[in-house]
Each structure stands twice: as C-alpha cells, then as structure tokens.
C-alpha cells in the first residue's frame, strides 16, 4: 500500500472536494435511514429514553422497573438524558413509538433522535482530526490521515451511528484525550475526558491500567476526578445522597455480582449470538454447541463439543494473554520514550477493551479508528521500510476481515473478533519495532 501516493492524490484541490462531497453524502443517508430506524424502535434509542423516562422522569429505579436490564453505571442516565427527556410519558404501542402520540410529540421525538445522531455524525469528524493531530505533531500527513481515518474507520463509526449505541462519544472522548495528552502535553485534562469515557461504559476503564503502568499521574488524577464527577457528584446532585445510594446498590445487585457469577447469561439472553464479536463469544461458538444464528436460523460452528462453561474458562486463559501482553508492553517500555512509541503504547488499550470485554458487538468496533490512526501514521513517516510496508498490507486486510460482519455468515464465523485481533497483533509488531529501534540509538546518543 502507497500511503503517501494516496496523500498526495488527497491533496488535489478538485479530487479533495470531490471526496469532501461523497463523504457529506453518506452522512446524509446515514443519519436519514438512522432516524427513520430510531423513530420505529429498530435502534436502541428507544430503549435508551425508556431508562431516561423511567429514571429521571417517573424517578423510578430502573434496573427493577425495565425488564430488559442494561449493564450501564447510574451516570449514564443523566448523560444521556439530553436525548431520552422528550416527548413526556410512555407510548402507548410498545410496537410503535408513533401510535398514539401526538404531531408534537412525534416532532419532539424526531428532533431528539435526529439531534443525538448528528451530534455523533459530527463527533466522526472530529475524531478523525483529534487522532490525527496526536499521530501528527509536525502537521506534515495530518489533513491525509484524518481523512484516512475517517474513511477507513466511517463504516464501523457510522454502525454504532445507525444502531443509536453510545459508542461514538466514547470514541470521541478517548480520541480527545489521546489528542490532549500525546499533541498538547495536557495530561489532566486528557485523564479527564478518559473519566467521562468511563462513565458512560466500564471498558475504557482499562486506560487508568494504562496511566498506572506508565506513571501517568496527572491523567490518573484527572480520570480519577471525571470519574468522580460523574459518577458521584452528578447522581447526588440528581436523586440526593439517598437515591444515589440506592440507585447503585441496585446496580450492584441486579448487574454487577451476576455478572461476576455466571458472566452476561445473567442478564442478556443468548449473550453470544452472532452480533457479538468478542473473544469469549468466539470461543464459546467454536468450542461449545452454542447456536450463533438466529434462533430461526440456527448455525453451529462447534469443532470441540465442550459445554459453554468450560469454552469460557478456555477465553478466561485467552484474555489472560491478552492482558499479560498489555501489561508487558505498557510495563516493559521504562522511562520517558518517543511520542510515536507513547502513541502505540495508547492505542493498545482500545483492542484491549474489545477482547477483554465479554460482549463486543459490531458497534462498539468503532473505537478501532484509535489503532487505525496510529498504524497509518507508522506507514507514513517509514515509507520504504519494511516494517513499514508489512504494516502498510496488514491494516487494511484487518480492517477488511473486521467489515466482513456485515457478512450474516462471516458474522457468526467471528469475523470481527479475527479483525481486532489482527489489528491488536500489528500494534504489538509495531511497539515491538519501535522499542528495538530507541534500543539502537540509545548507545548512539551514549558515545
């Protein structure tokens, strides 16, 4: 792959517009087929203002009062409650979010969805520009690489769009704080945007592992005090001390131990059907005679015949590795190291969250425009070498393994659990080849 030809054919002003063009069109398709789907229930922006309506609206405790429990924190309802407040009270079709309702109603509704997904849209954008400007600090690929990212990573970003899934600010919030922490030296700041990132899903919790292993404290205080202002400050000043104290009791109890016994079964029925790509979900497919079809279609991919507990303690050991090769590379690498070493480093963590987590489905993928961006930096600035050109190859065949969910069949062959580890495999060859080469010039700066 010729990135820097591909930059070169960007720069053209006409070809530049052109592409400029195309990509505000498929926005606009995007964002029309996503509202129509959240305004018939098919996304889960309708399940999303249940837990508004039910949690701030009727103050109700809806991990009790929704039979579908979301393994989401008490912050999550007041930050999403920009979206899910409107239009007031229940629909009386559960089949139809427009029965019933009034033309009032039904505009507040659509506004609402239309007002969430173009909010995400937008934060596509800038997520792309914040990669690229912590990939890029000499500014040289920058405006290629954020339009590669975007395009490269737009079909996974706009899969979390169309499903209405909170993914896209998560991505937008980790990319802001890789952009804070790598471009601008702002560490508090960027461990603060990881806090918030936390609240809304557990997984990038996994960045204050990060922060820890590199003796990152100012980010570690700064995620330390988003985490805390979301997840203590907002839920008190929300339902009170009692209420909150209530709220995430209720999250432990009907969440958090059954999910610690016996894994999401405890709260998710056919957990790791087809839609989920995460290693425990692979591995209980092709380990156990689990159905990862549809429940009119069933598929077996089972090559072992074990039961589904021991294929996840098989994923168990599986995520083992997966941690041990994090905590060797974020441990291993001592000191201050270069800025295209500290941004690998970063970008581990978002594949980490993907095979670490027991439920990754096809939207949650989107945080992988964080490696993407960095391994297309890595091509760019060693074009000619043949790290450079193994990783050149290498990423977009992982992406393309990784779009092969769209596939119902590949789906259920795991295809993006194949793709993320692939993409997690070209980080590791990637810190592996920059750590070899800061080796080689240290005795150099020595004599």
């Not at 229930?41 to 039979?67: C, M, N, P, W």
């Not at 309802?77 to 139809?96: E, H, K």
């Not at 029965?99 to 937008?122: D, K």
Request: a positive charge; hydrophobic letters at 50%; aromatic letters at 10%.
């Amino acid at each position: 792959m010729n990135l820097p030809a591909a930059c070169a054919f960007w720069e053209r002003r006409k070809v530049r517009r052109a592409l400029v063009a195309l990509g505000a069109l498929i926005v606009l398709c995007v964002l029309a087929n996503a509202v129509r789907r959240a305004l018939c229930g098919s996304t889960e922006f309708r399940a999303f203002r249940e837990i508004v309506q039910v949690g701030l609206v009727e103050g109700k405790d809806h991990y009790t009062h929704i039979a579908h429990v979301r393994a989401y924190g008490p912050p999550f309802v007041i930050l999403w409650s920009p979206f899910g407040l409107f239009p007031l009270g229940r629909t009386p079709d559960p089949d139809n979010a427009l029965t019933g309702t009034t033309a009032w109603q039904v505009a507040q509704l659509t506004l609402s969805a239309a007002a969430a997904l173009l909010l995400m849209a937008a934060m596509t954008v800038w997520s792309a520009r914040f990669i690229a400007s912590a990939c890029d600090r000499e500014r040289r690929w920058r405006a290629c690489l954020a339009a590669g990212v975007w395009f490269a990573s737009g079909g996974l970003m706009f899969n979390s769009i169309v499903r209405c899934e909170t993914d896209m600010i998560v991505v937008f919030l980790v990319a802001a704080a890789m952009a804070l922490m790598l471009a601008e030296g702002r560490d508090w700041e960027g461990g603060f945007c990881l806090g918030v990132a936390t609240a809304f899903k557990l997984t990038p919790g996994l960045f204050g592992v990060y922060l820890l292993c590199r003796r990152k404290w100012g980010a570690l205080a700064g995620m330390a005090v988003g985490g805390v202002v979301c997840a203590v400050v907002l839920p008190v000043l929300t339902w009170g001390f009692e209420g909150a104290y209530e709220r995430y009791h209720s999250w432990v109890t009907n969440v958090m131990l059954p999910l610690a016994k016996e894994g999401p079964e405890a709260f998710i029925d056919r957990p790791y059907r087809r839609t989920n790509q995460s290693l425990t979900a692979a591995t209980v497919r092709y380990l156990s005679a689990y159905n990862a079809g549809r429940q009119s279609r069933p598929h077996y991919v089972n090559v072992a015949g074990l039961s589904v507990g021991t294929a996840r303690k098989v994923a168990t050991g599986l995520k083992l590795l997966v941690l041990a090769a994090l905590l060797a590379c974020w441990l291993g690498v001592s000191g201050s190291c270069s800025h295209e070493l500290e941004g690998a480093l970063f970008a581990l963590a978002p594949p980490g969250m993907l095979l670490l987590s027991d439920v990754s489905v096809g939207g949650h993928l989107a945080i992988l425009a964080v490696p993407v961006g960095v391994l297309a930096a890595f091509c760019l600035r060693r074009q000619g070498e043949r790290a450079a050109a193994a990783a050149s190859w290498g990423m977009p065949a992982a992406l393309f393994v990784t779009y092969l969910i769209a596939v119902p069949t590949l789906k259920e062959l795991s295809a993006g659990t194949l793709g993320v580890l692939a993409i997690f495999g070209l980080l590791l060859f990637t810190v592996r080849t920059l750590v070899r080469e800061g080796r080689a010039i240290a005795p150099m700066h020595a004599d």
